[in-house]
T-cell receptor
Framework: QQQVKQSPQSLIVQKGGISIINCAYE??????FPWYQQFPGKGPALLIA?????SEKKEGRFTISFNKSAKQFSLHIMDSQPGDSATYFC?????????????FGQGTTLQVKP | KAGVTQTPRYLIKTRGQQVTLSCSPI?????VSWYQQTPGQGLQFLFE???????NKGNFPGRFSGRQFSNSRSEMNVSTLELGDSALYLC????????????FGPGTRLTVT
């Protein structure tokens, strides 16, 4: 029940296209869902996060869609740019345990072709 | 504000040795979490510290330990190193206990030979 499953493992998108990465979780106690972006040689950087009382959150070109009944959430990158080429991780945590422990998906390597 | 800093950035050790990694959180952040990142297992939670107390621990053997100091700086220690301990060790800081917004440092790349 602690798993977060992420797909696809890798993704190639043309510049200007939409990149979509999906995650599914099992534990209904999860109540915080962040996305992280990681470039080679760097630590993950917090991109955007959502809580289950909201179905969508947008920040610039990045949008999280959240489907509580399906226990799924996704990251949409609009107008994808070569600079977006990185590995993306979804994650989840449980507030009731009063811990910041993040459970991560396996990651998606995104390549945006010029 | 300066970000999370980790030292050293790279480390090569031999099997059986021990290693200590250091993490300085963002100024004002009091919670520090550690994660191990490997190609096979991905990002896995090691432990979380708040107010110098371990608040949560992941599924790692007792060879992995940590501590937090009164200034919120944290160290993690791995004793009796194994080849499988080769990984990127990441530290993340957040404001308070159970802090949701975690900010990661650049990591320490540990290679065990």
């Amino acid at each position: 029940q602690q798993q977060v499953k992420q797909s696809p493992q890798s993704l190639i998108v043309q510049k200007g296209g939409i990149s979509i990465i999906n995650c599914a979780y099992e534990n209904t106690a999860f109540d915080y869902f962040p996305w992280y972006q990681q470039f080679p040689g760097k630590g993950p950087a917090l991109l955007i996060a959502i809580r289950p009382d909201v179905s969508e959150k947008k920040e610039g070109r990045f949008t999280i869609s959240f489907n509580k009944s399906a226990k799924q959430f996704s990251l949409h990158i609009m107008d994808s740019q070569p600079g977006d080429s990185a590995t993306y991780f979804c994650a989840a945590s449980r507030g009731s345990s009063n811990t910041g422990k993040l459970i991560f998906g396996q990651g998606t390597t995104l390549q945006v072709k010029p | 504000k300066a970000g999370v800093t980790q030292t050293p950035r790279y480390l090569i050790k031999t099997r059986g040795q021990q290693v200590t990694l250091s993490c300085s959180p963002i100024s004002g952040h009091r919670s520090v979490s550690w994660y191990q990142q490997t190609p096979g297992q991905g990002l896995q939670f090691l432990f979380e510290y708040f107010s110098e107390t371990q608040r949560n621990k992941g599924n790692f053997p007792g060879r992995f330990s940590g501590r937090q100091f009164s200034n919120s700086r944290s160290e993690m220690n791995v004793s009796t190193l194994e080849l499988g301990d080769s990984a990127l060790y990441l530290c993340a800081s957040s404001l308070g206990q159970g802090g949701r917004e975690q900010y990661f440092g650049p990591g320490t790349r540990l290679t065990v030979t």
